[in-house]
């Protein structure tokens, strides 16, 4: 724990050092701030001065960078506390560190390139023994999702998804064909050398697909002498079942993996799967970090609960300049941002866009989304009338530190690299926090608890 503490130090005085050489103003922005939708449930902090009124810790400096763009700071960045109420796994924490960076007239290309060349200096000088592929691989959100079916795909190894849809349409294969039929997809993985897998280890897999929503997982085997072993190659012709191996490039002595659904169900199974192979086939090189770049995300994604449009990133993304017109015509499904991600070893390790800094295109973006105009001026106004000031074309990220420290570390927890960290239920078990809080304390910032509501602790 000294060591990752160690290179935590080092890490976070390495990037100061470089950002302040490359021009950027070191920043800080308020921790007591107005609640807006970020992606998450804010922490509450209720005031004692403003009976019934609550601060909001920030999950992101987002709108707060912004505004120093407007006020004509060129080049920001702060190593910036977030905090976000979320449901907790190995890579996330109520609290967590992010290295916030901000950057007036630039466009996407200067952005990649400045983060990209700050991790092309660090990984060698705070951890000589790893080994970075440079410059880093990009392709689109599409692109991503269809080769390796997440967004965050682990670039050290291949195993790409290759979707045979066309190829299984006229099979006898009912499970295919009905998926297809209903506007889903089929797509296969070839794991080489695994054809010689016993039933249980078939199985095994079957159930790390089902993490992923499938309902079940088929399956072929190459034997040596070229012949399928498969309980559903029944179905498909001679040619047919040639045509799947050379599709997937299959050899004899490989196994092929077949999900098929709704296409973000074959994507969400197929990467389980492809992450699993990826560890038993040992294909993973735990001193190689591999960068990639993800960029076209969607700007809007579809809420089934709410039956609306929500921003995927936040509202603030620029549209892509050729998604104008769909923007205007309500073809939402269609509109890409001009956001990007920067992914390592599987991990989403920074998210960032060029930003909205005209008024009339954030007004339309904000009419889109499920906010009613009284919300959006209650939420946002502070944002709208900024740019009536004439805000400069402006574009950022935000790398996550601790996920970045976790990789250097060899580690695949966060609460590794975190001095205090918070467990799985978000507590503090040393400090015992959260805890009860006295009635007086609750009297000075006008609250009182529900005795109906019991503790989790309790």
Not at 54 to 75: C, E, N, T, W
Not at 247 to 264: E, I, T
Not at 399 to 407: K, S
Request: proline fraction near 6%.
């Amino acid at each position: 724990m000294l060591k990752i503490m160690e290179l935590r130090h080092h890490t976070i005085k390495f990037i100061r050092d470089w950002m302040n050489a490359q021009g950027f103003w070191e920043i800080e922005t308020p921790m007591l701030m107005k609640s807006t939708p970020e992606g998450a449930r804010d922490y509450l902090v209720p005031s004692r001065v403003h009976p019934g009124e609550f601060y909001a810790l920030p999950q992101s400096p987002q709108q707060l960078k912004q505004l120093l763009m407007v006020a004509g700071i060129d080049r920001y960045f702060q190593i910036a506390r977030c905090m976000r109420d979320e449901d907790l796994r190995a890579d996330r924490q109520p609290e967590f560190t992010q290295l916030d960076v901000e950057m007036s007239f630039v466009e996407q290309e200067d952005v990649l390139q400045t983060i990209e060349d700050l991790m092309t200096a660090l990984v060698p000088a705070v951890t000589p023994h790893k080994r970075i592929r440079s410059p880093f691989p990009r392709m689109t959100y599409h692109e991503s999702v269809e080769r390796y079916g997440s967004d965050k795909p682990d670039l050290r190894y291949g195993l790409e998804l290759v979707n045979v849809g066309d190829l299984v349409k006229d099979s006898q294969f009912n499970v295919f064909t009905a998926a297809l039929t209903k506007g889903g997809k089929v797509q296969t993985i070839r794991l080489p050398g695994c054809a010689s897998y016993t039933r249980k280890q078939i199985d095994e897999l079957q159930e790390v697909a089902k993490i992923g929503g499938a309902k079940g997982m088929a399956w072929m085997a190459i034997e040596a002498n070229g012949t399928v072993r498969s309980p559903i190659a029944k179905f498909f012709t001679p040619e047919q079942l040639q045509a799947l191996q050379s599709a997937a490039d299959a050899d004899p002595g490989d196994l092929l993996v077949f999900v098929a659904d709704k296409p973000a169900v074959v994507a969400a199974s197929l990467d389980k799967v492809r992450r699993e192979m990826g560890k038993r086939l040992k294909l993973v090189d735990k001193d190689e970090i591999v960068f990639g770049w993800v960029v076209d995300f969607p700007m809007f994604e579809w809420n089934e609960e709410s039956q609306s449009w929500d921003a995927m990133h936040h509202p603030f993304c620029m549209v892509n300049p050729e998604d104008v017109e769909k923007l205007l015509h309500n073809d939402l499904e269609g509109v890409r941002a001009a956001s990007y991600d920067l992914v390592a070893n599987g991990y989403e390790l920074a998210s960032g866009s060029i930003r909205i800094h005209d008024r009339e295109i954030q007004q339309r973006i904000f009419d889109r989304l499920p906010y009613s105009p009284e919300e959006i001026q209650q939420r946002f106004g502070h944002m709208l009338d900024a740019f009536e000031y004439g805000a400069p074309p402006h574009g950022g990220i935000a790398p996550g530190v601790d996920r970045l420290i976790m990789i250097l570390a060899d580690t695949d927890n966060i609460r590794d690299v975190i001095a205090f960290p918070k467990t799985q239920k978000a507590e503090d078990v040393m400090m015992n926090a959260p805890s009860a809080i006295d009635d007086v304390l609750l009297n000075d910032v006008h609250l009182s608890i529900n005795k109906s509501i019991k503790s989790s602790k309790e």
